[in-house]
């Protein structure tokens, strides 16, 4: 391809390319495309910054610890609301 033509990408390319692209190794070429797309595409910049997220938050290795019966309360307050009987914000804290 020649300086004259650049390379236009579709959504689904975007897409296809997201993870090289994060990872920094697809081509010179490939990056220009990708980021001219970026620049004008809400839907994919949306879905970059997703996927961006997505890998730092599972790349922490922190662990939260929750309060001692939360998860008690928190199963109790879905059963509640799936029997559609009480409010699960009327249901007693424990």
Same mark, same amino acid.
């Given at each position: 391809?020649? /300086? @004259?033509?650049?390379?236009? +990408? @579709?959504?689904?390319?975007?897409? =296809? &390319?997201? =993870?090289? &692209?994060?990872? !920094?190794?697809? @081509?010179? *070429?490939?990056?220009?495309?990708?980021? *001219?797309?970026l620049e004008h595409c809400e839907i994919c910049s949306?879905?970059? !910054? =997703?996927?961006?997220n997505i890998l730092v938050l599972t790349a922490d *290795?922190?662990?939260?610890? +929750? $309060?001692? /019966? &939360?998860? !008690?309360r928190l199963h109790a307050r879905i059963e509640a609301? +799936?029997? /559609? /009987? *009480?409010? $699960? =914000? @009327? +249901? $007693?804290?424990?």
């Amino acid at each position: 391809m020649d /300086g @004259s033509q650049a390379l236009k +990408l @579709s959504c689904k390319h975007v897409w =296809s &390319y997201i =993870s090289d &692209y994060i990872d !920094d190794s697809v @081509s010179a *070429e490939e990056r220009a495309a990708i980021e *001219e797309h970026l620049e004008h595409c809400e839907i994919c910049s949306a879905i970059l !910054d =997703s996927v961006h997220n997505i890998l730092v938050l599972t790349a922490d *290795e922190r662990i939260f610890h +929750l $309060p001692i /019966g &939360y998860s !008690d309360r928190l199963h109790a307050r879905i059963e509640a609301a +799936l029997r /559609g /009987g *009480e409010s $699960p =914000s @009327s +249901l $007693p804290e424990r």
